[in-house]
């Protein structure tokens, strides 16, 4: 089983065929996710710019005489982000540094300013993730105030170890952010996690195209793969590139996701090829609050009185041949079930005997919502529920009699079922933990934005 799955994710890199029919998605990330970085990137932009600093070396004449100098303070009181249109994103950084020079008598403590001004290019990965990498940074170092409290200090030392602790800051703030920067993509790679959708099936996305960018926002394209038993879900039809139009969603969200069509198809056909929706509805004798027997059917069935004198506990089985439709309109998300149902009586050795069966057309409205990472579903019956007599080893059936026993019989377990399953939930685009908060769904013709804010837990 994990070998037919790493298999199924080889093939499903390997052809690129798959990726013009894969289901698409769009993540949209806005100013607001960059006032969010900036805020809980402080602590450990602080932590990374606590350089270690080398000893300065002191000629006295005769010898070097080495002074340790360590940096005790690293404050950032400002640390700013923003998009920089088909490129990426600049940082501006001012903190000041709290040096600490072991010098005889008494150490001295000083202050220096540093302005960081680098540029990071948001591309896409080899791996199909997106990749920052820092094209420029210059640090710039400021003038030491020397701490009040700190003795008088002689100019012929103040200026060569400002130097020295100059020198050092230009040549390792830069590596230290891109270290950071190397961190922030490990973390991006897990975009393409498989996540698990049922027992054995998952679901992994990945990036198709470079990002677009600009001033207020970085757009991913993001496809989905649907996997069955490691096997990748293809739509039957070519799936269109989706395109999500600008300005979705909720004003000031931190990231706008917009789903296709597609995805919600290919989620159908996913649990209807795993057999997932079928389920058998078994009725049990000398239950006061459970129809299935013989003889409640015999009522409106003389045969089935006929061939059952003595009371059988009847089973219906269901089962979706037709992958389940859903249809995405302005506020109104539906699906359409078209179930096969198979009436059996239950004879007193197990065996199933066929008494009729039926075709049934059901129309649900589906409500979304998220939990987490995940997109949830529940359904409630839309209208009536339309059965057509299929096959009949019981005689002439009147359908408008069986009619109201077998809705009464069918939907609420169909329901509870159904409910069930798409309550699991399927995850949306994420990273490790990284999850929604506060999203709201909309519903529009042929897609669904979601806007939400993002919170990073580890
Ligand atoms: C840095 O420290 C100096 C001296 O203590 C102070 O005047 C200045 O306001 C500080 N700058 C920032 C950005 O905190
Ligand atoms: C990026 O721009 C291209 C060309 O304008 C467009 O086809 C594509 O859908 C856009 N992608 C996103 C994620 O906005
Ligand atoms: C058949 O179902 C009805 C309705 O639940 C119930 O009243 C009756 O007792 C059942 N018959 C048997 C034999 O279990
Ligand atoms: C959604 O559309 C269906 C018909 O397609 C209709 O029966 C239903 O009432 C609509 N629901 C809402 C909430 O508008
Ligand atoms: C289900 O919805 C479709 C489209 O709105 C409609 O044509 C059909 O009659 C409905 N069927 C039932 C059984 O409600």
């Not at 602790?165 to 996690?193: E, P, Y």
């Amino acid at each position: 089983m994990a070998r037919a799955c790493r298999l199924g994710l080889l093939l499903a890199l390997l052809l690129p065929v798959a990726g013009t029919s894969l289901p698409g998605t769009v993540v949209r990330l806005n100013k607001a996710v960059l006032s969010y970085v900036s805020e809980i990137g402080k602590a450990p932009l602080q932590q990374a710019l606590q350089v270690t600093v080398p000893y300065f070396l002191d000629w006295n004449g005769e010898v070097h005489q080495p002074t340790r100098i360590q940096i005790s303070n690293v404050h950032v009181p400002q640390f700013n982000l923003k998009f920089i249109a088909d490129f990426g994103v600049r940082m501006l950084v001012a903190a000041n540094f709290t040096f600490k020079v072991f010098r005889v008598p008494e150490p001295l403590e000083l202050t220096l300013p540093v302005v960081l001004l680098a540029d990071a290019n948001v591309a896409q990965g080899s791996i199909r993730t997106p990749v920052v990498s820092l094209s420029a940074c210059f640090p710039l170092v400021h003038n030491a105030a020397v701490s009040e409290g700190s003795a008088s200090v002689a100019p012929g030392l103040l200026v060569p170890v400002q130097k020295h602790i100059k020198a050092v800051l230009q040549n390792k703030l830069c590596l230290s952010i891109s270290n950071l920067v190397q961190g922030l993509n490990v973390h991006l790679g897990t975009l393409i996690d498989l996540n698990p959708v049922g027992p054995e099936s998952q679901i992994r996305y990945s990036m198709i195209n470079v990002p677009n960018i600009t001033k207020d926002y970085i757009s991913l394209d993001i496809n989905a793969i649907l996997f069955l038993l490691g096997k990748p879900i293809v739509l039957p039809v070519e799936a269109p590139h989706f395109v999500l139009p600008a300005h979705m969603g909720a004003k000031g969200a931190m990231a706008t996701v917009g789903l296709s069509q597609d995805l919600f198809d290919s989620a159908l056909l996913l649990l209807q090829k795993a057999g997932a929706l079928n389920l058998d509805i078994t009725g049990q004798l000398k239950s006061e609050d459970n129809l299935l027997n013989t003889s409640m059917l015999g009522q409106l069935i003389p045969e089935v009185a006929r061939q059952f004198p003595e009371p059988m506990p009847v089973t219906l089985k269901v089962r979706l041949g037709a992958t389940p439709v859903a249809t995405l309109r302005a506020n109104n998300a539906t699906i359409q079930l078209q179930p096969f149902v198979e009436v059996h009586a239950v004879a007193s050795d197990s065996a199933f005997q066929s008494l009729f069966s039926f075709d049934v057309v059901v129309n649900l409205s589906l409500q979304l919502s998220m939990s987490r990472v995940k997109l949830q579903g529940t359904t409630s019956v839309l209208g009536d529920i339309q059965l057509t007599v299929a096959s009949s080893n019981v005689g002439f059936i009147d359908a408008n009699q069986v009619r109201p026993l077998m809705d009464t019989l069918f939907r609420k377990p169909l329901l509870d079922h159904l409910n069930a399953l798409l309550g699991m939930g399927i995850a949306l685009p994420s990273v490790v933990n990284l999850h929604y908060v506060n999203p709201e769904v909309f519903v529009y013709e042929g897609y669904v934005v979601i806007s939400s804010g993002l919170l990073y837990q580890r």
